[in-house]
């Protein structure tokens, strides 16, 4: 992967803060939040 430009770091940032209200520990590991929220994290 080539280096991240500060809009994508900026735009992730913004998606992970969106997610995080949205999930816990008892959140279903197949739940889209979880996944995005990981997606995100990976990427």
């Not at 080539?2 to 520990?25: C, F």
Request: net charge negative.
């Amino acid at each position: 992967m080539g280096k991240v430009t500060k809009q994508q770091y900026e735009s992730a940032l913004a998606r992970v803060e969106e997610l995080l209200p949205l999930v816990d520990d008892n959140t279903p590991a197949n739940d889209k939040n979880v996944v995005d929220l990981l997606i995100c994290l990976i990427s």
